[in-house]
């Protein structure tokens, strides 16, 4: 298919460069890749935080560049080596920045990362789970230490900013699965949308309880899960319990700056920053959830492949309630 073409998006510079329809030829899997004819494609921060060039010493481009990485599908083609997929499987995916995203027609996923998509999950709900769901789901398995099955007798006081956004709602349904208090803070208009995902206690961050980040019932929290912009340390830290945890689930410079300084005084309460780590059990994981009826994907938005600078521009603003979509 290396000599056909298809219709893309994409940027040839850091900065507030403009996305640009192209068309460009349909990319062949190599080893260990397959090929995907996308039928969905989430947009999140990290993609146009990549275009601004804010995680250029991490994610050096390779340009011209097709952004997005999560994206569902069908698999059309196999590269050399792949035992996992065949032609006609649906999958949900993450693809690499350096090699084709998912503002395209076709995109091009490791086997690594990529995953069977049973019936009961629809494309735009796999498009939504790869960097937002895993960073969710690895705040509170791996860094929080919570059991999602509520096997556990003790119960986590756990807050969750910004619990209307990409990572936040599925870090509330997920919270829920364990035996876990959830406080929530969002806009209040999106009070009830929190309330209906699980959330025990729900806070308008615009009050003032929502920018103390005060518990209604008075608990102090054991865990936060920090999906929003940047809170001073002095807020979290009246709010935490003797040995608290804030997992930052978007750092910048300044988070690792408090972190270290943090280690440095032998805190108890401690602040780290979350780099999701993609790994396949946990994709697999998630897609069952939401096969299960155990987890939704919230959608704010869908947009077709020709007003991607729509969907860019929606998720730049900061405003978008769950996941936005991106369709062919």
């Known amino acids: 298919m290396a000599d056909k073409f298809m219709h893309a998006v994409q940027y040839d510079s850091y900065g507030v460069a403009d996305l640009e329809h192209v068309e460009v030829p349909i990319p062949k899997p190599c080893k260990g890749e397959v ?18 060039g ?8 390779k340009f011209p560049c097709i952004p997005a990485t999560d994206v569902a599908g069908e698999v059309i083609d196999v590269g050399p080596g792949i035992t996992r997929f065949k032609v006609g499987d649906k999958v949900v995916s993450m693809t690499t920045i350096i090699r084709n995203g998912g ?22 709900e796999g498009a939504g789970l790869p960097i937002a769901g895993l960073t969710a789901l690895q705040a509170l398995t791996y860094h929080a230490g919570i059991t999602l099955d ?3 007798t003790t119960t ?5 900013t910004a619990a209307s956004g990409g990572v936040g709602q599925y870090a509330v349904q997920l919270a829920k699965l364990g035996n876990v208090h959830v406080t929530a803070t969002c806009g209040n208009h999106n009070i009830d949308l929190v309330k209906g995902l699980g959330a025990d206690e729900v806070i308008d961050y615009k009050t003032s309880q929502g920018e103390a980040l005060k518990s209604p019932s008075g608990k102090k929290y054991d865990v936060v899960i920090h999906c929003a912009p940047s809170i001073p340390w002095s807020t979290f830290e009246s709010n935490l ?3 608290g945890i804030v997992l930052d689930v978007t750092p910048v410079l300044k988070t690792y700056c408090s972190a270290i300084l943090k280690k440095l005084t032998f805190s108890k309460k401690k602040l780290v920053p979350v780099i999701m780590y993609p790994e396949t059990k946990n994709l697999e994981y998630m897609v069952g959830l ?14 077709p492949l020709s007003e991607a600078e729509k969907a860019w521009a929606k998720s730049i603003s900061g405003h978008a309630i769950g996941k936005i979509i991106v369709e062919p």
């Open 54 to 61: 804010l995680l250029r010493p991490l994610f050096p481009l």
């Open 103 to 124: 503002l395209s027609e076709y995109a091009v996923g490791s086997e690594r990362m990529t995953v069977l998509r049973p019936p009961e999950v629809s494309a735009a």
């Open 290 to 303: 939401v096969k299960d009826g155990k987890l939704k994907t919230v959608i704010d938005s869908k947009y």
């Open 241 to 243: 319990s003797s040995n």
């Open 156 to 160: 986590t006081n756990i807050l969750i």
């Open 150 to 152: 509520k096997t556990t």
């Open 35 to 52: 090929l995907i004819k996308v039928e969905a494609t989430s947009i999140n921060p990290v993609d146009w935080k990549v275009q601004q």
